[in-house]
C-alpha cells in the first residue's frame, strides 16, 4: 500500500475517532470531562476543541494525499474509492451531530449532503459512458470553506465569540450556498450524459413494450 493510500485510511481512522468522541454518553457512564470557562457565556465541552484539532488534522490529510498521489504517480483505484468514502465519513457525520445537538443549523448539513449525493450520481452516470469528471473551482472553494466553518464550529467560534462575530456560521453559509452552485454546474457540464441515461431508459421502455 501506498503512501496516499496510508494518509487516506488514517483520515478514516480519525473520523472514527470523532464521531466516537462526540457521540459517546460520558455523562450516562458517569465520567466527567474538564470544561473550560472563557467568560460568563461561553463554557466550552473539552472534547469539542479535542475534536476540533483531530478534525483539522483529518482535514489536513485530505489534500496531502491527493497531492502525493498526484506527484508521485500513485493514483489508484483504491485510492479514489477510499478518499471519497473518507470525506463522507469525516464531513458527513460530523455534519450530522453537529445539527442534532444544535451547533449548526441543520438546513447546511442537508444542502451539503444533498448536494454530495447528486454530484457523486452525476459522476456516476458520466463514468458508466466513459467520461472523467474533473473537480471544479466551486467545489473547491466549497471544500475549503465547509472544513474552516467546521473546524471554527467545533471551536466554538473562538476567538471570533468573544467579539460577538458569528464567522463559523458565515463560512458554513457560504459553503451551503457553493455546494448549490456547484451541483448545478456540475450538471450543465455533464448534462449530455445524463440525456444519455434518460435516452437509454426510454429506448429499453419502448423495446420491453413491443415485446409484449
Known amino acids: 500500500m501506498n503512501l496516499p493510500n496510508k494518509i487516506t485510511l488514517t483520515r478514516i481512522g480519525l473520523s472514527l475517532v470523532i464521531i466516537l468522541l462526540l457521540l459517546f454518553p460520558f455523562d450516562a457512564t458517569g465520567i466527567t470531562l474538564p470544561t473550560l470557562f472563557i467568560n460568563e457565556s461561553i463554557v466550552v ?5 479535542v475534536c476540533g484539532c483531530l478534525f483539522l488534522i ?25 478518499d471519497a468514502i473518507a470525506d463522507k465519513v469525516l ?33 456516476m452516470i458520466a463514468g458508466s459512458k466513459g467520461a472523467v469528471v474533473a473537480a471544479i473551482k466551486s467545489g473547491k472553494l466549497k ?11 467545533l471551536f466554538y467560534n473562538l476567538p471570533f465569540e468573544l467579539l460577538n462575530l ?6 458554513l453559509i457560504v459553503a451551503a450556498v457553493l455546494s448549490i452552485i456547484s451541483a448545478i454546474q456540475y450538471y450543465n457540464l455533464n448534462k449530455q450524459y445524463i440525456s ?5 431508459v426510454e429506448n429499453v421502455e419502448s423495446v420491453e413494450k413491443i415485446d409484449i
Do not use: C, H, P
Open 166 to 171: 458569528k464567522v463559523s456560521d458565515a463560512f
Open 58 to 82: 483529518a482535514s489536513l490529510t485530505d489534500f496531502i494525499d491527493g497531492y502525493l498521489a498526484r506527484k508521485k504517480n500513485q493514483v489508484t483505484d483504491f485510492g479514489k474509492m477510499m
Open 91 to 123: 464531513v458527513d457525520s460530523v455534519l450530522i451531530i453537529l445539527s442534532s445537538t444544535g451547533f449548526i443549523s441543520a438546513v447546511i448539513a442537508v444542502v451539503v449532503i444533498a448536494r454530495d449525493i447528486v454530484v457523486d450520481s452525476i459522476k
Open 143 to 153: 471544500t475549503i470553506f465547509l472544513m474552516i466553518g467546521i473546524t471554527l464550529t
Open 45 to 49: 465541552d473539552i472534547r469539542y476543541f
Open 196 to 200: 444519455m441515461q434518460s435516452e437509454n
